[in-house]
């Protein structure tokens, strides 16, 4: 970013192992989308390894990046990021075009994820047809459509309210059971505290690592 | 190109779009059908203008002839030489392919005209009916002579409009009967010319009955061709030496008449007048081409314009689709193939619609510069595909920054 470059992850270390529920928690400007962003293969760190499912992650190029991402990567954004003008399904379907996986065989996986996330009946509803929570699960549908190693959200339920904040929540609780490895950064510790581990983050390091004891979603909703 | 899969995505991003998809189409197809329309009608003044002038600008050659100054194959100098009917009509056989109208002149200068009281002296001349284009004679009150009158040699007269006034004084003259040297002559026309008040003083009759009443035989004084008009003015002027030079030599060839010896035969020609026309021709032609560059200038800007908003606005839909795994060069090819189909389309549905009017509307149109607008179809098909691939290169550049951006930019929220 021209000459006013800035550090904003000043050395992190850490391994998330197959099948955790990880919170990377911070004020804002502690660097927790910036290493997001890292994880997403969205922004690349100046320096350190990445290693992702044994891969190492380094010397993208836009292609091998775009590869990494539907393969191994599935996004969750604060502000859900659908396509406005497919439906439900359609959009569901993208990261399994981008597979090139063939037309009929997308719908069949969309419409299992979407009845995943409870939306069968919205599959061919606009986004703007749909409520907040009901976008997000589509994203988180999304998400999953491509069977990633990982999910990354990022504020999955910064703009939602709390009781859609606790479906989301216990949709992902619910994910992540199944097996899926998911990151969250969130700046909101009853989210935190509903996975197994946090990660504090501070200007740009870990000041603290610990699992934690989760508490279920399912108990607010 | 023929992906399925890759088409139907299109045509979903383009059938979700309806708004956006119809308003390029409509700016492209609009574009197209103004330039069609303006082409067309370029076509059609420069078909106008050309009619119009046709006439003058043909290049009209006139054959003279005086005595020789030259011995000759054992002829003597001062000879006269007269014309004949048969060389008039040798020329004109020789030549039908590259002369347009053909007239003989058998004149009498000062020729005593009379009506009732009146009389006054005019130049009489018979002539053929081409004459009425030669001089570009604008007959307001009856007819011109035609072949009927020649071939019959009928003594009829079309008369000046100063003669008119002279020797009518306001009365109708139209099978009234004027005589000359006592013969009489029935009036069936009056003519305007041009050339003013000198060149409508004259009383025209056919060439025949000139000869017969007057004595003259088979003798005509000159005759005059015009050349038909040329694509520009160094063919029109290549053409018409050729045909001066081909006649000059086939005169002086049946007359016996000394190659060199110039105040024999004297052949003229109005290449002056000619020069005018071309020239207005040609300024009309690059002025159109102007405005028809300038148009499609104005439509590949427009083109371009468009493409840059699309992906403008579908920077944050590109961003989304890298972040779910969509490589640069698919967003690029799917912008592209998007743009360039609705471009194409609606670019002939604008060509379509232009050709159609100008079908319609064509023939209706009734002035006289204005004269069969049309379009050379290739001509037009070429502009489109101008149009559609200069689009794509401007559409190319801003669809590859798209594809370019990180999709973490793309996807800031705002």
Redesign the interface.
Known sequence: MGSNSLHVLKGINFNVKEGELVSIMGSSGSGKSTLLNVLGMLDEADKGSYTLDNVPIKNLNEKIAANYRNKFLGFIFQSFNLINYKSALDNVALPLYYQGVNRKERVEKAMYYLDKVGLAPWSHHLPNELSGGQKQRVAIARALASDPKVLLADEPTGALDTKTSHEVMDLIQGINDDGKTILIVTHELDIANMTKRIVNLKDGVIIDDNFVEQVRASQYV | MFNI?RW??IF??LN??KLRTFLTGLSVASGIFILVILLGFSSGIQNGVTSQFERDAANSISVWTGVTTKEYKGLNPGRRIQLKNQDFNDIVDKYDDQLEYKSPFYTIWGGLVNYKNESGNYRIQGVLPDNQFIENADVSQGRFLNYSDVEGAKKVAVIGNKVSQDLFKGEDPINKDISIYGVSFKVIGVFYDPGGERDESKVMMPITTAQRAFNGGNNIRNMTYTVKMSDNFDAAVKRSEEVSMGIEQDIKQTHIIAPDDISAVSVNNTLEEARKIYSLVDTIKAVFWFVGIGTIIAGVVGVGNIMLIIVKERT??I????????????IVVMILQESIFVTMFSGLFGLIAGLGLLELVGPLIESDFIKYPQVDFNTALTTVFVLVFAGAIAGFIPAYHAA?I???VA?R?E
């Open positions: 899969e139907q995505e979903e991003s979700k779009n944050k839909e961003g989304i689709r890298k972040a779910l795994g969509a490589v640069p060069m698919s370019k990180k999709p973490i996807l929220d």
